[in-house]
Nanobody, 125 residues
C-alpha cells in the first residue's frame, strides 16, 4: 500500500493550495481518509477527515471554513483544498487512511493504518 501526497509549496498569506493524495494497492472506497499536519517541534495534528463515501467530513476548528477535503474514489485520490492560508498553517501535511465504513470520522493519528510521505506547505510573506 502506498499513499503519495503532493501539491505543497511556498505561498503568501491569503493564497490557496490544493493537496492531492493518490493511493495504490488498496480499494480506496473501503477506507476513510484524513489529512494531518506537523510543524517543527510540535505534535502531529488532525486537519480534516472524510468518511469512505464522502458523505461526512470533519475539520479542526483552526481550518474550518478555509479548508475542504474531498475524494474521488474512481481516481483513488483524496484532496485538501486550502484557502486563505495563514503563516500558522505552515507544516508538513500527511494523508492517512483507515479501513473503515463508518459514518463518523476518527481524529486520532494512532488509528490510521496507512500514511503518505508528507508534503511541505510554507506560508510566508
Amino acid at each position: 500500500v502506498q499513499l503519495q501526497a503532493s501539491g505543497g509549496g511556498l505561498v503568501q498569506p491569503g493564497d490557496s493550495l490544493k493537496l492531492s493524495c493518490v493511493a495504490s494497492g488498496v480499494t480506496v472506497s473501503l477506507y476513510a481518509a484524513a489529512w494531518f499536519r506537523q510543524a517543527p517541534g510540535k505534535e502531529r495534528e488532525f486537519v480534516a477527515g472524510i468518511n469512505w463515501n464522502g458523505e461526512n467530513t470533519y475539520y479542526a476548528a483552526s481550518v474550518k471554513g478555509r479548508f475542504a477535503i474531498s475524494r474521488d474514489n474512481a481516481k483513488n485520490t483524496v484532496y485538501l483544498q486550502m484557502n486563505s492560508l495563514k503563516p500558522e498553517d505552515t507544516a508538513a501535511y500527511f494523508c492517512a487512511m483507515i479501513k473503515n465504513l463508518k459514518y463518523l470520522i476518527t481524529t486520532s493519528p494512532v488509528e490510521y493504518q496507512y500514511w503518505g510521505q508528507g508534503t511541505q506547505v510554507t506560508v510566508s510573506s
